[in-house]
């Protein structure tokens, strides 16, 4: 079965420096990418970034990038210049060997700290 | 705005009584998604559908059955609801190459369900 990793369950970091957030899946297919969804304590599920699995270089929106590495299946996100409303919980989400559907991880909840 | 809603947005109920959520989109799209969520564990796929009247199971389908109807509806029934049940419950659709080429999903607000 599909398997996604996220083996930090809480990160602290500082206002205003980076963080990175791990990621590892195991997939027997990765045609499909990576994506990254935030949830604040609102609730609502919002996505972040998309890395594709053949793209050349990492994916970047804004002060969200991907630390991409194909052979070690991992895909880490970094958040730059942590903002307050950083703090949130984080999934990674891979589709499992096909495009209809989406595995997520367990989920890191982020605090920034001020 | 995706257009997504999910209704009740909070329910209690008790074990054994039927629940159905509701989700309805706005935007056409062929594909639609419930997620149950629980500590410790992320989202976890129960239904999802390509079409009406097409469903297929996903990772934790026991104990729930879906119908699809219209195209805009995508129901999700608890026939017998249990403890184990209290999740909270998102539906999705998926926007076919909306980003770069991507299939994102896009999430409805949440429904909390507490089953006593």
């Known amino acids: 079965a599909q398997k996604i990793t996220q083996t930090q369950p809480g990160m602290f970091v500082q206002e205003k420096e980076a963080v990175t957030l791990d990621c590892t899946y195991d997939t027997s297919d990765p045609s499909y990418g990576l994506f990254w969804y935030k949830q604040p304590s609102s609730g609502e599920m919002i996505f972040l970034i998309y890395q594709g699995s053949y793209d050349q270089q990492n994916a970047t929106e804004g002060r969200y990038s991907l630390n991409f590495q194909k052979a070690r299946k991992s895909a880490n996100l970094v958040i730059s210049a942590s903002q307050l409303g950083d703090s949130a919980m984080y999934f990674c989400a891979v589709p499992p060997g096909s495009a209809r559907q989406l595995t997520f991880g367990s989920g890191t909840q982020l605090t920034v700290l001020p | 705005d995706a257009g997504i809603t999910q209704s009740p947005r909070h329910k209690v109920t008790e074990t054994g009584t039927p629940v159905t959520l509701r989700c309805h989109q706005t935007?056409?799209?062929?594909?639609m998604y419930w997620y149950r969520q629980d500590p410790g564990h992320g989202l976890r796929l129960i239904h999802y559908?390509?079409?009406?009247?097409?469903?297929d199971k996903g990772e934790v389908s026991d104990g729930y059955s879906v119908s699809r109807s219209k195209t805009e509806d995508f129901l999700l029934t608890l026939e017998s609801a249990t403890s184990s049940q209290t999740s909270v419950y998102f539906c999705a659709i998926r926007a076919s190459g909306a980003h770069s080429g991507a299939n994102v999903l896009t999430f409805g607000a949440g429904s909390r369900l507490t089953v006593l």
């Open positions: 935007e056409n799209h062929r594909y």
């Open positions: 559908s390509y079409g009406v009247k097409d469903t």
